[in-house]
């Protein structure tokens, strides 16, 4: 009966996890299908799933429609820069909220990365405006920072809750200052969980629309703006847009699939409470 249960545990576990993943794999499918498709099979009904044959019409038609590789390079540094400053800042702040126990403190960093981003829109817009940085990579970066922080705050913040108060108090007795302890000490022993957030912040901010559409100008559009781009008034182009799309993802999706290991890691290492 040991085994059986076991079986059948196994088995309901296999069910809840393809009926989690199985709506994204299929629009992940789909979106491959669309790209390789011409644009009759694409219109098709009944729907047509295997391309045949299968084209790189839709990619060429994307790398004609504009600089791709100059809106490639617009995300790799609005994502890179935003990440890095929010570690900067959200992991000194992540190992000082966890030692002062200031938990009213992270729920409000955490509000602030649930209130929507057209909320920050508009002040940060006319502050920009103001100061001549409308249409840079310096002032998506800025707006970055709204996503990345908070995220980054509250992840490392509760990674640093876990880690044993011994070894802070131990570094304490032994003469090593405020800055020692979090440099020797704590942020060492917190790099699984510092990954975690950098990789999520990452993708986060690489994802990210609604502020590069209004602040960036027509030489610094990040990818998501291009994919806009490709939409028409006439009719919506599903091949060049599926096509689009999918280089968008590729890179987070081969991030993902190369360090998914510190992902898994750094999250189970953070679930547990240090003694």
Same mark, same amino acid.
């Given at each position: ?7 059948? *545990? ?28 011409? *644009?009759? *099979? ?54 000082? !909220? ?48 709204? !996503? ?19 070894? *802070? ?23 699984? @969980? ?8 990452? !993708? ?65 290492? @953070?679930?547990?409470?240090? @003694?």
């Amino acid at each position: 009966m040991t085994v059986v249960r076991r079986l059948a *545990d196994r088995a309901l576990l296999w069910l809840g996890v393809l009926l989690l993943v199985s709506p994204a794999v299929s629009v992940f499918l789909w979106m491959l299908s669309l790209a390789f498709k011409n *644009d009759v *099979d694409n219109l098709a009904y009944p729907p047509v799933f295997i391309p045949n044959p299968p084209t790189l019409a839709n990619f060429k038609a994307v790398f004609a429609s504009g600089p791709f590789f100059q809106y490639l390079i617009n995300s790799l540094i609005v994502s890179g820069s935003a990440t890095l400053l929010a570690l900067l800042v959200g992991v000194p702040a992540g190992w000082g !909220i966890a030692r002062l126990n200031a938990r009213n403190l992270l729920m409000t960093i955490l509000v602030a990365r649930m209130t929507p981003a057209i909320s920050f829109l508009i002040p940060l817009f006319t502050l920009f405006q103001l100061l001549g940085l409308t249409g840079t990579l310096t002032a998506v970066v800025i707006t970055h920072l709204v !996503i990345t922080v908070p995220i980054t705050v509250y992840i490392v913040a509760g990674y640093f809750e876990t880690l044993p108060r011994e070894l *802070d108090e131990a570094a304490y007795v032994d003469g090593c200052s405020t800055w020692q302890r979090f440099r020797h000490v704590a942020l060492p022993l917190a790099r699984p @969980g510092i990954t975690v957030a950098a990789i999520l912040a990452f !993708i986060f901010s690489w994802n990210n629309f609604v502020f590069g559409a209004v602040l960036s100008g027509r030489e610094t559009r990040t990818l998501p703006v291009a994919i806009y781009n490709v939409l028409t008034f006439e009719q919506i182009a599903w091949g060049p847009l599926a096509a689009a799309a999918l280089l968008v993802t590729l890179p987070v999706l081969l991030l993902t699939l190369f360090i998914q290991k510190e992902i898994v890691g750094g999250l189970t290492a @953070g679930g547990v409470k240090g @003694g």
